[in-house]
């Protein structure tokens, strides 16, 4: 079992919890290892179910005799009701998947009871049907069979979603809550408001479409007939240059930033460089000197309340196509406050969301906890991408750029995430050096955003990332 006396430990009268267990490095057999993360919540009946699940998928595994087993898992809630699906995947030789499993469980957060999905929704032939035309309606094929995948429904406060599996990339086909009323537990789902069949024609405005466009596309020409200067305006490209110039208080115009041949990761492994506690102002500014000469991309990790006054460097990121991400506003245990403060917890992101946006014209997608330090509470928060960390080469303790590169390239794999701050020379040294040998051995330095879109993963918001590893 993962867990043990962790299960004496928890607060029975607590309304259902959760944090993140990483199950990373767990040596099986043969030097095989299984990977990845799965929710420690404060039950231990609940914990033990999970626990179950997790031994299965290993007993598996070692029947089929695989190399790695990659466990993960995401959420969502619904008012009282946690969602969660658990996403196995077994990997060959060559690393690539061979098969996958997907699990959902489903808990009353008040009750700190686990359901059966029977105990929220009445699976009747009725409702598999207008699934299936829900499911063809939005897939725009009307050959869709019923199959197990059916049953892969998650519950989020707006939305149901189906996951269908599609290769590396998962489809969240999204329906509307009362198109399903009549089938849903009233327990759990008070939707307010009747079915309408008439929403069954949804299909054809998109049909339509091209008839509502025609008369747009006439309007621009009766604007240039009488305002030859306005398409003038309106046409004119503004380059990196010119927006690294705008003023520090920030422009309206979003930075357009540089992308990458998708050629030039043929063959490649991928890893993440994210840098933390910046921008650091000559130290920042020689990293990017680095990676521009090199074509490397990378992530950064604002503090918010450094943003303002390093504004130059921080459009100078987004321009040249690295993945903005903030650290808090004052690098705040966001843990620890949401325990004590949650008001203060929520402004500590507000505000640095507020900080970046002022400087690039746009929120930044990504978050990572300081101190890497977060719980189920954090996580809902902000409407974020959440990512930790799989490479800590602890360069912030050692001061020592040769230290830094041999802890990074030692434990250097195929989407790991390798955390590093901009805010100390010795760290942007090592990190150069480690970016530039882990290149010459085939990896690729890649931003998040590269590597989610290259490795097909669909990131989503409230959930946590240590690793992209396949």
């Not at 063809?136 to 998650?154: G, H, P, Q, V």
């Not at 290769?167 to 009362?178: A, F, L, M, V, W």
């Not at 309408?196 to 509502?212: D, F, M, N, R």
């Not at 970016?435 to 918001?461: C, F, H, P, W």
């Amino acid at each position: 079992m993962i867990m043990s006396f962790y299960y004496l430990l928890f607060d029975t009268t607590k309304p259902l919890e959760f944090s993140n267990k990483n199950i990373d490095d767990v040596v099986v057999e043969h030097q095989q290892k299984v990977n990845g993360q799965i929710p420690l919540f404060n039950s231990a009946k609940i914990n033990k179910g999970i626990d179950l699940l997790v031994d299965s998928k290993i007993d598996k595994w070692k029947d089929n005799n695989n190399t790695d087993l990659l466990i993960d898992y995401s959420y969502t809630l619904h008012d009282n009701l946690y969602s969660f699906s658990f996403k196995t995947l077994y990997l060959d030789e060559n690393e690539k998947i061979s098969t996958r499993d997907d699990d959902f469980k489903y808990y009353d957060k008040e009750k700190r009871t686990e359901l059966k999905i029977d105990d929220l929704v009445t699976r009747n032939e009725e409702y598999y049907n207008k699934l299936k035309y829900v499911i063809e309606t939005y897939l725009k094929d009307t050959r869709i069979e019923k199959t197990d995948w059916f049953d892969n429904i998650i519950f989020s406060q707006d939305k149901i979603y189906v996951i269908m599996p599609n290769g590396k990339k998962d489809i969240n086909i999204p329906i509307n809550y009362i198109e399903l009323k009549k089938f849903l537990n009233k327990d759990y789902f008070d939707i307010k408001g009747e079915y309408e069949p008439l929403a069954e024609k949804t299909v054809e405005p998109k049909k339509e479409e091209p008839k509502k466009e025609e008369p747009k596309k006439e309007e621009p020409k009766k604007e240039t007939t009488k305002k030859e200067t306005q398409p003038k305006k309106q046409t004119k490209k503004v380059t990196p240059k010119e927006e690294l110039k705008s003023s520090n208080d920030g422009s309206s115009n979003k930075i357009v930033p540089v992308v990458r041949d998708a050629k030039y990761f043929q063959g490649k492994k991928l890893i993440c460089f994210t840098f933390d506690d910046g921008p650091a102002g000559k130290y920042t500014t020689k990293l990017l000197d680095a990676l521009k000469a090199r074509n490397y991309k990378v992530s950064f990790f604002m503090v918010g309340n450094r943003v303002k006054n390093n504004a130059n460097l921080v459009r100078r990121m987004k321009a040249e196509g690295h993945s903005i991400g903030q650290h808090s506003y004052s690098h705040a245990n966001l843990k620890k406050l949401s325990q004590s403060d949650p008001n203060k917890a929520k402004n500590e992101i507000y505000l640095a969301n507020d900080a970046i946006k002022a400087v690039i014209g746009e929120n930044p997608r990504y978050i990572r906890p300081p101190y890497g330090a977060y719980n189920a509470q954090v996580l809902t928060y902000a409407d974020m991408v959440f990512v930790n960390w799989s490479i800590d080469p602890l360069d912030w303790k050692y001061r020592n750029a040769n230290t830094v590169y041999n802890n990074i390239i030692k434990k250097a794999y195929d989407g790991a995430i390798v955390l590093v701050h901009d805010i100390h020379p010795t760290s942007v040294d090592g990190a150069i050096m480690a970016m530039d040998y882990l290149a010459s051995k085939g990896y690729a330095i890649v931003s998040i955003d590269e590597m989610a879109s290259l490795r097909g993963i669909n990131l989503q918001t409230h959930h946590l990332y240590n690793h992209f590893k396949k």
